[in-house]
């Protein structure tokens, strides 16, 4: 199974409602993952770590460590 199936499998089993969903999640999350190696010089597996973390904690509600709550005014 490659990259863009495991992320298709996750993404459908996060929450998204058809396979097309899930297909449209995976890649842009493949996409994104390249840009933050580009821009933060990470490895792309880094960056993929993190984004994952991200959907996982935002999934569950959650805030991801490292992100404060925004400020009400």
Known sequence: MDELAKLTALCRSLGASTEAQADTMARQLQKRADQLAAE?????????????????????????????PPRSE
């Open 40 to 68: 933060r010089g990470l490895t792309r597996v880094a960056a993929m770590e993190h984004l994952l973390n991200l959907v996982i904690h935002g999934r569950r509600g959650e805030t991801p460590p490292g992100f404060a």
